[in-house]
């Protein structure tokens, strides 16, 4: 873990709605820091905001803080994603939702086959 003071320079909104927040620092001047933070590339990881300095308590919060990355696709939005582009690749007729829906009703159908 790495805690450094910065300022955001800037907030941007990305077509997916999340943000894209750049910190500036001048805090970090050791190469040791650098390369953590650098390491931190690419990686979901914590991030704590607070203006001013955190307390004793506050970073015990941090410390216990879940990461969860929601940029990774569900299985499910990678199904659809998946048929959206077999369905533009073959070129075939219809509006994609109800090509969707009829996919995911075969589908279901196969499965619902198995079941005792």
Known sequence: MIIFQGIIDKITTLKDRSLKVTIETQELTNPKEIAEVFDFSQKPCAVALKEGEFEANELED???????????????????????????????????????????????????????
Do not use: C, H
Not at 80 to 106: A, H, I, P
């Open 62 to 116: 941090i410390g216990e803080a879940k990461v969860e990355y929601k940029g990774d696709k569900t299985p499910g939005q990678l199904l659809r994603n998946t048929l959206y582009v077999y369905w533009n690749q073959e070129k075939l007729t219809g509006d994609f939702d109800t090509f969707y829906k009829k996919q995911m009703g075969s589908f279901t159908d196969r499965i619902k086959e198995k079941l005792n």
